[in-house]
């Protein structure tokens, strides 16, 4: 270990998720099987991908992609919660559950679906066990699984995962764009936004296929974070100890953020990547996930303090201020993004909104020490006062980059 390694042998207690929470990781047989055929045959889910594609040119053939809408952060900094306002909205079209696993034919899908009897559900709690709960219909990120399918190494923490104005790869961008434009023809949408952690290092290069593209990236206060963080690496291990398919069933639909295959998104720095694995390795969760979190978050600042295009099409969510004066940042987030919204939806959306109530940090006072430590000066980057993390409302200024 380097010699800024923390000493710190305290340990955090992790309290066992409950048997409900465990059981939700059960894959049914035929999702396994047609996600397992799909990751096994990437070039023939693509030829199935553009013969949908051919099957729907006339309902596409007058879809024009507007300002589509990106929402990636660290999971567990407020990404689902700014989705589900999105998709409540008219104009909005996303992935949706029933999307996986034929998320490469979402036309020809989409007409299976219509023809089958549609059966009763009621929403239920997701597998994080964070109280969100959802249904088939439920927004939700899958756009992973196309990327995956054209950029070979997308999850390998040996190679780099930034893709920037440079990156060419002209026959993903061709089938992105039509896929895009399936989707917002299937859910009669004009603005298509999209959910997905690791387009974090991908921001300019969408930018370069959209140059009218709208960035959200949430961030949270780093002690908040890292706590909610490892309270989904424990549900997500004994989930999959449980229900073994449920490891395949999360790297087929390209979620690797939790869990025993468990990879950091490579930001370009293999010496940070190669700590942060052993520090996981060693069980040493805080300081990793400290690192983690200042290496993503850093290299995301980074990005925008080096791109005035990039930060001019970026907004920038802080989890704690959403929470707290939900209406006023509602209201600049829906402006971003250039949607109409009226004060009652604005009153309605905020309701939604508080600060979590079903656990805290549990840290000690080193944990804690470490976090600001490594996090605080990336945190200050983004309005942060390092000496506050932890706190309820640990937000200073407006980001700095």
């Known amino acids: 270990m380097s010699d800024e390694t923390s000493n710190s042998t305290t340990r955090t207690p992790r309290s066992a998720p409950s048997d409900a929470a465990v059981a939700s990781f059960a ?8 996600a397992g055929w799909q990751e096994r045959h990437p070039r023939g889910a693509i030829r199935l991908g553009n013969f949908d594609t051919r099957m729907a040119a006339e309902a596409i053939e007058n879809v024009a992609i507007e ?42 899908w989409d007409r299976w679906l219509a023809r089958v009897p549609e059966k009763d559900e009621s ?20 756009e992973e699984v196309l990327w995956m399918a054209f950029f070979e190494h997308s999850h390998d923490p040996a ?13 993903f961008e061709k089938f992105y764009r039509e896929h895009i434009r399936k989707i917002l023809a299937i859910r009669d949408g004009k603005r298509y936004v999209a959910k997905g952690n690791y387009n974090l290092m991908r921001l300019a290069y969408l930018q370069s296929m959209f140059a009218d593209a709208r960035f959200v990236l949430p961030v949270r206060d780093p002690v908040w974070h890292i706590a909610s963080l490892m309270k989904q690496q424990t549900l997500f291990e004994a989930g999959e100890k449980a229900h073994p398919r449920a490891i395949d069933h999360l790297r087929r639909v390209g979620h690797f953020e939790f869990g025993l295959d468990r990879r950091p998104i490579n930001t370009g720095d293999p010496e940070a990547i190669e700590r942060i694995e052993a520090l ?7 300081e990793g996930w400290a690192r983690y979190w200042a290496m993503v978050y850093g290299a995301l600042a980074d990005q925008l303090g080096a791109d005035s295009q990039l930060a001019g099409a970026t907004q920038v969510v802080r989890y704690e201020p959403l929470c707290t004066d939900s209406k006023t940042v509602l209201a600049d987030f829906y402006r971003h993004c250039d949607l109409d919204v009226d004060d009652a939806t604005l009153v309605s959306a905020s309701e939604r909104l508080h600060l979590p109530d079903y656990y805290k940090p549990a840290f000690a006072a080193d944990e804690i020490a470490t976090i600001r430590r490594f996090t605080g000066p990336v945190a200050e980057r983004f309005g942060y006062d390092r000496e506050r993390l932890g706190e309820r409302n640990p937000v200073r200024g407006a980001p700095n980059f």
């Open 280 to 286: 996981w390795r060693e069980g040493a969760e805080v």
């Open 123 to 142: 929403a239920t709690e997701r597998a994080h066990g964070d109280g969100i709960a959802v249904t088939s219909h439920s927004p939700e990120a899958f």
């Open 27 to 34: 894959v049914p047989t035929w999702m396994h099987r047609v």
């Open 67 to 108: 300002a589509p809408i990106y929402i990636a952060g660290l999971a567990r900094s407020g990404t689902t919660m700014l989705l589900e306002l999105l998709a409540a909205h008219p104009d909005v079209a996303t992935h949706k559950y029933r999307d996986f696993p034929p998320v490469f034919t979402p036309w020809l």
């Open 159 to 171: 190679y780099s995962n930034v893709l920037t104005r440079e990156t060419s790869n002209p026959a």
